[in-house]
């Protein structure tokens, strides 16, 4: 059987599933999930020698300390696996909710409810907590979900996926709700994302070249965001302390993120004095400065900034510095360089504020604020499939309400059309 | 210039324009509406003149009368034209609304808000009517708009463009807001559809083919219905006369249109006694029945129904009819057959009602009432820029609301992430 045929009968079997999906119970559902997680937790010897044997392939293959990081489980990591499966389960359940309701003159009553979207395709990299992680939360909003790991995890992936569809199928699970693309082949992805006549949404997770080439060859819709190249801007109006607190934050609390600051834009009244308390904030820390001129006048120990920096996702101790004449200033350079993700702007003054946050066309824009808090879980949504920087369905941080969809019901009484 | 650098630097100049529109004052948009209206209206000899030149040209090429009539414009279409930009401008601002708000327990405040999607590109085939509308809805939810027409009806469309821009700008439109593809080339529609840096949104609208053609070389987020595959079931417990209303208003009242019903399903326990009255009803109405064989028996002067009936868009008096054993059956036809548009069960029983609206997997359905009502107007949202199938950001009819999208606002007080 050939890579398109073989992942086209999943995808019908997928189909099959979500429609099952969609009648189970809210309770069901819950019961279903913390049979999941009590397999997860039972098969724990089996997980960590499966994940041994990715281990031993990836140092084999000469992989970096950080990725092996990402691949590795340990006990403590299974046993977060399988609480996030009891949390998911804890969740308020999107499914079947009336979004809406009224009536029209001729006396239909229209009725939106939200339904599932049906089979989601999840493509990731290394980290094998996302399978579990996504699969739950694709399952909670009644979806079926095709899974698609990096290869450097595919044996831990095939455990975790075997565990939970076991699990849940003790407590009623339909078959094939849960599934994962067992070849590694690269070529699996671009069959995978032209599947529009049975997958609904495909949702990758990675780096922008994972995703571009997600984007260039699919035919399913996709949800996605290449990258987080953040902004915090502070005003002249700004409280000085408050706005070197939110920098270190967002800078340096976790560096390698989507949601942190890449870029620093200050307002130019203020640049001679607060530059220089940036620099002796953040050098200690071990973050390198690249300053455009106004910038490296203040502080001459800045390295020169290119125009490629102001388009940089650095994703290390690394911040691109610029000084503006203006709010406005700020706005365009942020809607120019960004990557709509999350911008922050440190200001006292409304106007200032109001400008920036009506203006800045971004997902997710912060007054006073640390752009570090853009997730799904600093957002209460309980859990987070993915951060979105699209405009279409989903903006930001997407919960469980993210995975639903509506229908309309119309209630008649014999009513036609004039 | 070559086609894809205009085509980008029409994209470019749109980009900037949505800027600008994003910030106009609902009063201010809807006095632009009505100066754009105001403009039709003087122009109306002009556009008569335009459209003239387009319906000779037509009959040159020997359109068909169909296509001839959608293409003529009269003095009562130009007013109505009009009359429709006034309309949008009563009709509520969907920007800026707040959607949801809420605090979480470090004190950020999350406001989602909602705002334009930015660039729509709207591609359809030869009404001259759907410029002015298109533009008119993309306008008040403040996006700018690119709109790709027929070639059959580009002078009606450049002399409509032109005036519901200049009459738009005397009031402080934004240049570049409406603007329309000149070149009548094919290749402009695929060029179009892959300028993802410029346009957000692409709607087509128009005959399968069309539609077909812009999803395979989209690069940018399609919103979309391919056909409307729309079916009545009739249960056993169903009002017969009510049943025979709503078959005839959903068949025959217009046919051509994409929630017209296309398949009839009747439940065999009743299927002898009603059959014979659906072909007493709509025989004498010039419809053609195919039945299956069952149904044959029951009333011999149906032609014989194949596989490819039940996939059928007739768009004309031609109904498919099939006996089906239960009402499970018929959800299970209808989600095997249909297009997910708009599907009806007659019922008087409440248990084969709450499995048809529960388990049929389409944007509408209704229940004791016709197909027909799927319609943005019938729906109450005041107009309607396309009818939706998919299954991503929106569904069924697309009003106002549905041309726009959301961003979160943080408000903080300096806080960081832990």
Known sequence: MDLHQELAEMGARAVAAARQLALLAPRRKNTILQAMADELDARRARLMQANNEDMQAGKDAGLSSAM????????????????????????????????????????????????????????????????????????????????????????????????????????????????????????????????????????????????????????????????????????????????LRIIENAKCQRPGVCNAMETLLVHEAIAAEFLPKVAQRLQPLGVELRGDPAARQIVPAMKEATEADWYAEYLALILAVRVVPSVQAAIEHVNTYGSQHSDAIVAAAEPAQKAFTQEVNSATVYINASTRFTDGGEFGMGAEIGISTDKLHARGPMGLEELTTYKYVIYGKGQIRE
């Not at 899974?147 to 975790?160: D, M, P, Q, V």
């Open 68 to 243: 092996l990081d990402r691949l590795c489980l340990t006990d403590s990591r299974i046993a977060d696996m399988a609480k996030s499966l009891r949390d998911v389960a804890g969740l308020k359940d999107p499914i079947g909710a009336r979004i809406s309701r009224w009536l029209r003159p001729n006396g239909l009553e229209i009725v939106k409810i939200r339904v599932p979207i049906g089979v989601i395709g999840i493509i990731y990299e290394a980290r094998p907590n996302v399978t579990s992680d996504a699969a739950a939360l694709c399952f909670k909003a009644s979806n079926a979900v095709i899974l698609r790991g990096g290869k450097e995890a595919i044996r831990s992936n095939t455990a975790i996926v075997e565990a939970i569809q076991a699990g849940g199928e003790k407590k009623g699970l339909p078959p094939d709700s849960i599934q994962l693309v067992r070849t590694t082949e690269r070529q699996a992805v671009t069959e995978l994302v032209r599947l529009e006549d049975y997958i609904d949404l495909i949702i990758p997770r990675g780096g922008e070249t994972l995703i571009r080439a997600v984007v260039e060859n699919a035919r399913v819709p996709v949800i996605k965001h290449y990258k987080g190249v953040c902004h915090t801007y502070v005003d002249e109006s700004a409280d000085h302390e408050m706005a």
